[in-house]
């Protein structure tokens, strides 16, 4: 089987961990920009300062994405590049910078799909309290319809947030990502209601623009599964879903946020702050959504939690994905299994696990159209003599294409694949070292770009729309 002729084979990138650039041309600081200079925050000290330079090197980039001969680059573009202060002016420059993206792509072929926010807010807005604050639904709405107007008539594809529970969870609860603050769980929902009322909004903006592409939100796609079969850590793993998927999808795909958690959150006097007209607003945007977007690492296997919640640990090391952590209510703890296997970041490789999630959001939300806007492997890439010959990511990549085709063939309505990421670029959390590129960016000779093994060998399984896989 090849895959279908609308499925787009891409790649992404986030703006924050490629471009660089970070005061260049009336761009306004970035809660990234600052929070990365705190000491002990990211992996020694690194920061997206100039991050691989993009910025400056975009057509050499693009350019060899269309050697790769990549069908759709997924994109984010930065707020206080485009509105420096959050939601003042517009910087003609910012918006001329994403033109060139945008045209550069399109002069080889190549469909933009861009997301709006992958994290990088202005720092005026962090400074004013962020995602608590709803000026900064305000100010997202505006700012997403600058992006529409100026860039819409050429971008037919638009994802609103990128993995809202990651940069709320590590935001307001382990304190990793900006605005750096610990287990205020109160803070922390009000921040995910915030940011589904601005993706409601912003959708319904969208619509109607009648500018006919297409518009939806990407998630962080992370299952939960029992351990075993003891119904203690069943009712974990469910407990698991109810708040790591169903209080992210629900409100997106079915305009409602899930009882079971509500319940608890009455309970414990955690509910956000929301009014009726803003939970009006998330339900009537919901039909509106044209996809989700899925990133896909890994699942979650849990089992209860027997240990006192005091032991949560909150250090970066702890934050970065690798299960091993209780949950923020101490009810239950992600684990690492004997049978399963892990990446040098702790990440287990479960394509598997992929396939069947899938089939569980299939049965929950329907038919609705899915892109899988993020999967890939980090690591310490291996060079010999020169060569980058990342075979463990080439055999990670192909694991997970053959999850889609088998998904695919059952009926679950994927329409592409962007690997993460294009070209090796800056971890939040863990500097340069963990890569994920098909293009390797040398740092001690200038940044210079060099093709690795994945390279040619994602080239292939476009030419061939995957038939080998
Ligand atoms: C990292 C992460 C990121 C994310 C991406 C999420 O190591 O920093 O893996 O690269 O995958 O930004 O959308």
Same mark, same amino acid.
């Given at each position: ?33 600052? +929070? ?60 001329? +910078? ?113 500018? +006919? ?7 962080? +796609? ?58 009006? !607003? ?9 996809? !989700? ?118 009926? !679950? ?57």
């Amino acid at each position: 089987m090849r895959f279908p002729k609308d499925f787009l084979l891409g790649a992404a990138s986030a703006s924050y961990q490629v471009e660089g650039g970070w005061n260049k041309d009336g761009k306004g600081l970035s809660n990234w920009d600052v +929070f990365s200079k705190i000491p002990g925050k990211t992996f020694e000290g690194t920061n997206g300062d100039v991050a691989v330079d993009h910025y400056h090197r975009y057509k050499e980039d693009i350019g060899l994405m269309a050697e790769m001969g990549l069908e759709s680059y997924r994109f984010s573009l930065s707020w206080p590049r485009i509105i420096p202060d959050g939601d003042g002016e517009i910087n003609p420059k910012g918006i001329e +910078f994403y033109n060139n993206i945008i045209n550069e792509c399109l002069k080889h072929g190549i469909v933009p799909f861009i997301t709006l926010y992958h994290w990088d807010l202005p720092q005026t807005l962090e400074e004013d309290g962020g995602w608590i604050n709803k000026r900064t639904v305000d100010a997202f709405v505006k700012y997403a319809n600058t992006c529409y107007r100026a860039f819409g008539d050429r971008v037919k594809h638009w994802i609103t947030f990128n993995e809202a529970v990651v940069f709320c969870d590590l935001g307001y609860l382990k304190g990793a990502h900006p605005p750096g603050i610990e287990g205020d769980v109160k803070k922390y929902f009000q921040a995910t209601h915030n940011v589904f009322t601005a993706h409601a909004r912003a959708v319904e903006d969208y619509k109607n623009l009648r500018q +006919f592409g297409e518009i939806g939100i990407t998630h962080v +796609f992370s299952p939960a599964f029992s351990r075993d079969d003891s119904e203690d850590n069943k009712l974990a793993a469910y407990h698991a879903n109810q708040y790591g998927m169903s209080w992210y999808y629900d409100p997106v795909l079915k305009g409602s946020y899930p009882e079971y958690v509500i319940k608890d959150l009455d309970k414990n006097g955690w509910t956000p702050d929301w009014t009726e007209e803003e939970l009006k !607003i998330i339900e009537l945007a919901a039909p509106k959504n044209d996809f !989700i977007g899925l990133n896909y690492y890994q699942p979650m296997r849990v089992v209860k939690n027997n240990e006192a919640v005091e032991k949560r640990d909150n250090s970066r090391e702890k934050s970065t994905g690798e299960p091993g952590n209780s949950s923020f209510d101490g009810v239950f703890r992600t684990v690492k299994m004997e049978d399963k296997k892990y990446t040098k970041w702790g990440w287990e490789i479960a394509p598997d696990a992929f396939l069947e999630g899938l089939r569980i959001l299939k049965s929950h939300y329907g038919d609705i159209k899915l892109y899988v806007t993020e999967n890939g492997l980090g690591d310490a890439d291996p060079i010999i003599e020169g060569e980058i010959v990342d075979v463990p990511r080439i055999k990670y990549i192909e694991e997970h294409l053959r999850a889609i085709k088998n998904a695919i063939k059952e009926g !679950i309505n994927i329409k592409g694949y962007y690997a993460w990421s294009v070209i090796d670029l800056l971890s939040w959390l863990n500097g340069f070292k963990k890569q994920y590129g098909f293009i390797y960016v040398d740092h001690k000779d200038n940044l210079k770009r060099k093709k690795k093994l994945s390279f040619y060998w994602y080239k292939k399984v476009i030419e061939t729309r995957g038939e080998e896989i």
